[in-house]
């Protein structure tokens, strides 16, 4: 017998978990990608986080060149963190799906609009797939 392994789709995800305002809109979650798409989006995020580190400890004064390389690592690795979102994002019905200018509008906007929805929003999306894989329990 051949078992064929499917893409695991969540139920909705209800952004009104974030706030009452929310409530109805959903995302649809794929919480089965193989383990080198988890593991790209983990190296990407640890790189983001470094670089941010690395320009924090920088003199602006003589350091600047590096800053700029930085800044344009950094760019790069969000434009890659945004595509992998949009793939994980749309997994489930044609209509949930979201493109990577989609996710790109949702970011910028949300951090001029609310600072934190997008950050809940990926963290949530992260923890369905650990719940997923039995990493951490279901609330």
């Known amino acids: 017998m051949q078992i064929n392994i499917q893409k695991v789709i969540t ?7 974030y706030h009452k305002a929310y409530v109805g809109q959903t995302l649809q979650v794929w919480v089965n990608p193989p383990r080198e798409k988890r593991q790209a989006y983990m190296q ?5 986080l470094e670089a941010a580190n690395e320009v924090g400890g920088l003199d602006p004064q003589t350091d600047k060149k590096r800053a700029e390389e930085l800044d344009l690592e950094s ?5 890659q963190a945004d595509a992998w979102l949009a793939e994980m994002w749309s ?26 929805f997008f950050g809940w929003l990926v963290g949530e999306s992260l923890r369905l797939m650990l719940e ?8």
């Open 91 to 116: 997994q489930g019905a044609v209509e949930t799906h979201l493109s990577v200018a989609e996710v790109v509008k949702l970011r910028e906007e949300t951090f001029d609009i609310d600072p934190r």
């Open 132 to 139: 997923h894989q039995g990493i951490v329990k279901k609330a």
């Open 11 to 17: 139920d909705p995800l209800d952004l009104g978990g």
């Open 44 to 48: 990407i995020s640890r790189r983001i």
């Open 75 to 79: 760019k790069q690795l969000i434009a």
